[in-house]
């Protein structure tokens, strides 16, 4: 019923920028809450940003402030993620998650809590 489609990954040097953009089928996208993910080697999946239906609140984890930047164009069904200042730690693979539930007013970092997952896109810093 939904589809989330990431593109944008690829390798860029530390301190270089990268946009990650994910696009979801469905009438109902605007009603969606909406997060990035990241899973690095050996490590657990881990929140990065989520953002409310609207547009017009953000979370982010504590790591990410500052750098990264989560957004949303409901028109174009599409969810962005700006990342500056890449760090060797950002390496990862990052996926977009949907919550099935519309018009929540909460925000969530628990992957539990989402419904819809991308299939992923490697995102790698070297030094």
């Known amino acids: 019923q939904v589809q989330l489609v990431e593109s944008g990954g690829g390798s860029v040097q530390a301190g270089g920028s990268l946009r990650l953009s994910c696009a979801a089928s469905g009438r109902t996208f605007s009603g969606y809450n909406m997060g990035w993910f990241r899973q690095a080697p050996a490590k657990e999946r881990e929140f990065v940003a989520a953002i409310s239906w609207s547009g017009g609140r953000t979370y982010y984890a504590d790591s990410v402030k500052g750098r990264f930047t989560i957004s949303r164009a409901n028109a174009k069904n599409t969810l962005y993620l700006q990342m500056n200042g890449l760090k060797r730690e950002d390496t990862a693979i990052y996926y977009c998650?949907?919550?099935?539930?519309?018009?929540?007013?909460?925000?969530?970092?628990?992957?539990?809590?989402?419904?819809?997952w991308g299939q992923g896109t490697q995102v790698t810093v070297s030094s």
């Open positions: 998650a949907a919550d099935r539930r519309t018009f929540i007013p909460t925000l969530s970092g628990r992957d539990d809590e989402y419904d819809y």
